[in-house]
């Protein structure tokens, strides 16, 4: 489209004279003057012209056979990398675990229902109890420790960080000011803390 306007205007162009006149009075200024040139000048944008790259229908069936990383690899560029190797600051590390304690609470508790549902009334209380109670056949004494103990720690520490995170969070919308660098990267070492020291409390209780 571009290139047919700019013929056919260069074609009406070539057919006007070079004239200089004065325009009726009235229409603008007594010194504007109406220039109309008989050849386009070679820096005009009506004679320049951009080729288009067309590529061929066995190259681009080619191309898309071709995956990111095998095209990648033709090209020698370097590829971002991984966030893996970043090193996440405490505040990214909190926010995760947040998510993270989260979603093991939800687990957790849709699995305490699944064996309500399919062991009968009282089959998760009696579980939870024949843990706690250490009645664990074959472990021997620590072992069977180690295990209540375990088991008493992944409930507890998912917890009571996730309901820390939550005033912590509810701290923060009352008094948006707290919202510091300094200020969230130490309520996160005191969220990890006060979980810790809760889950570790109630492991041994």
């Known amino acids: 489209m571009l290139r ?4 056919a ?3 009406f162009t070539r057919r006007l004279p070079t004239a200089v006149a004065p325009l009726p009075r009235g229409s603008l200024p007594s010194s504007s003057t109406l220039i109309v040139p008989s050849s386009p000048s070679p820096q005009s944008p009506l ?24 095209r990648m690899a033709k090209t020698r560029r370097p590829v971002s990398p991984h966030v893996t190797i970043y ?6 590390i909190s926010s995760i675990t947040t998510r993270v304690t989260g979603c093991v609470l939800s687990f957790g508790a849709a699995g305490v229902g699944l064996v309500e549902i399919f062991g009968g009334n009282g089959a998760a209380l009696s579980l939870m109890q024949h843990i706690g109670s250490g009645g664990l056949g074959g472990v021997g004494f620590l ?10 720690f992944s409930v507890a520490f998912p917890f009571a ?9 509810l701290v923060w919308d009352g008094k948006p000011e707290m919202l510091t660098n ?7 070492y005191a969220l990890f803390g006060g979980s810790l020291l809760l889950g ?6």
Do not use: Q
Not at 4 to 7: G, M, P
């Open 4 to 7: 047919t306007t700019s013929s």
């Open 182 to 188: 300094v200020e969230v990267e130490k309520a996160s």
């Open 161 to 169: 960080y996730h309901y820390l995170g939550g005033l912590r969070h």
């Open 143 to 152: 072992g069977a420790g180690a295990i209540v103990a375990g088991a008493k």
């Open 9 to 11: 205007m260069l074609a």
């Open 87 to 92: 090193s996440f600051p405490i505040c990214a």
């Open 47 to 70: 004679s320049t012209s951009r080729g288009m790259t067309i590529l061929s229908k066995e190259s681009a069936e080619e191309y898309k056979k071709e995956n990111y990383t095998t």
């Open 200 to 205: 570790s409390l109630a492991a041994v209780l």
